[in-house]
């Protein structure tokens, strides 16, 4: 076989692809950098049992063209641990300063959302989750949605989708409002 090479980066860049996407959906994969940025005060801190309240603010570990930056509580745990809560409303930046998305990243689906804008300080979409039932069962809705480019305030369309424990339960939908009661035409494909 004489492309060996080729054939060895290639499974070596989809196994590292694999292990930075299934790392991303593990509960506390932010953890790490959350550790790394504490100060040597806040360990401290820490060590004698107290909280501490930060406004975190780093770079991602890739690329580092943006940086989130947003409220983050730390609590000392038992086995000398720590356990890392963002909580409210933080911002995703660019280098220069520009408004990429704020965000909540707790970690409960019904808290969290995320509004992602174009350059110009238009919204580009929202993807949000609620609380809904499906025969008797209580599920996660995910909306995404979608927001036209002439007039940014009305909404294109809605992706809806719908889990459980990080599992799809049913068939997902497109609509043009959030509560799915405007069904799009069959054969109807988005413009964006």
């Known amino acids: 076989m004489d492309n060996w090479p080729i054939a060895l980066v290639l499974a070596l860049a989809l196994a590292g692809s694999g292990f930075v996407y299934f790392r991303s959906l593990s509960p506390g994969y932010e953890d790490g950098k959350y550790r790394r940025h504490l100060t040597k ?15 975190h603010k780093s770079n991602p570990a890739i690329l580092r063209s943006y940086y989130d930056e947003g409220p983050l509580r730390v609590l000392p745990a038992a086995d000398g641990k720590y356990t890392f809560v ?9 280098r220069t300063g520009r ?7 707790s970690r409960s689906y019904q808290e969290s959302y995320w509004h992602e804008y174009h350059p110009n300080g238009q919204r580009y ?14 599920v996660e809705e995910m909306r995404s949605v979608f927001f036209s480019f ?4 009305d909404t ?22 959030a509560q799915g009661k405007k069904p799009v035409p069959p054969g109807w494909k988005p413009s964006r």
């Not at 005060?41 to 406004?55: M, N, P, S, T």
């Not at 002439?150 to 305030?153: D, S, V």
């Open 86 to 94: 963002p909580y409210g409303k933080w911002k995703r930046l660019t």
């Open 156 to 177: 294109a369309y809605v992706q809806h989708t719908f889990s459980k424990n990080n599992q799809e339960v049913r068939k997902g939908f497109i609509s043009f409002d």
């Open 99 to 105: 408004l990429v998305a704020d965000f909540n990243p």
């Open 125 to 138: 979409y929202s993807i949000y989750t609620v609380p809904a039932v499906l025969e008797g069962d209580t």
């Open 41 to 55: 005060q806040e360990q401290a801190d820490l060590q004698r049992g107290e909280i501490v309240e930060k406004i």
């Open 150 to 153: 002439e007039n940014p305030t």
